[in-house]
């Protein structure tokens, strides 16, 4: 039972232009959101979060939105550059744990 | 400042062998979470320590998982009797000893096992 999904597992966009990745969820209960960046061989790092009392967190080129009645949070990268290829995984918590969504893999092309 | 260090980075076993993986958590981080990634999926949460003490082993399997975090040395995630099943990249992340952020996370690289 996956309770976050991300149902692109990759994603190719131009240099410059806007990368856009999505998270859905299932369960209702959770209260905060975060996005982590992974590259090939090292660990996840934190990029970004959103609380749910919120609706849009903003963090230089990373924006976070999240659509509570949908479940839904997306992740904006503007502009796109070569160095934000990586997988990047949304992650949800209620209390103390958080459960992460699979992840999709972001090809920035020069 | 080191990182989160994970060793070994690659760990093979044979079915029934014993697996040991050990975390050292960065200088002046004192709480310690495990996760495990397996193929094609997220990361998930196996147990969150602190010194000497296991906080939250929700997310660890009921048999053959242990983890500790003693007063000196590294952290060790063991996994007695390993199965293929248990083939998987499994990350440690540390965080400093005040309110627990997620944002303060800080993971290490992880360690693969492989069981053949």
């Known amino acids: 039972d996956q309770q976050v999904k991300q149902n692109s597992p990759s994603l190719s966009v131009q240099e410059g232009r806007i990368s856009i990745l999505n998270c859905d969820y299932t369960n209702s209960m959770f209260d905060y959101f975060l996005w982590y960046k992974k590259y090939p061989a090292e660990g996840p790092t934190f990029l970004i979060s959103i609380s749910s009392i919120k609706d849009k967190n903003e963090d230089g080129r990373f924006t976070v939105f999240l659509n509570k009645s949908a479940k839904h949070l997306s992740l904006h990268i503007v502009p796109s550059q070569p160095g934000d290829s990586a997988v990047y995984f949304c992650a949800a918590s209620r209390g103390q744990n958080f459960v992460f969504g699979p992840g999709t893999r972001l090809s920035v092309l020069p | 400042n080191a990182g989160v260090m994970q060793n070994p980075r690659h760990l093979v076993r044979r079915r029934g062998q014993e697996a040991r993986l050990r975390c050292s958590p960065m200088k002046g981080h004192s709480h310690v979470y495990w996760y495990r990634q397996l193929p094609e999926e997220g990361l998930k949460f196996m147990v969150y320590?602190?010194?000497?003490?296991?906080?939250?082993e929700s997310g660890m399997p009921k048999e053959r998982f242990s983890a500790e975090f003693p007063k000196e040395g590294p952290s060790i995630l063991r996994i007695q009797q390993v199965v293929r099943g248990d083939s998987a990249a499994y990350f440690c992340?540390?965080?400093?000893?005040?309110?627990?952020?997620?944002?303060?996370?800080?993971f290490g690289p992880g360690t693969r096992l492989t069981v053949t």
């Open positions: 992340a540390s965080s400093p000893p005040e309110d627990r952020r997620f944002e303060e996370q800080y």
């Open positions: 320590l602190q010194k000497e003490n296991i906080i939250d």
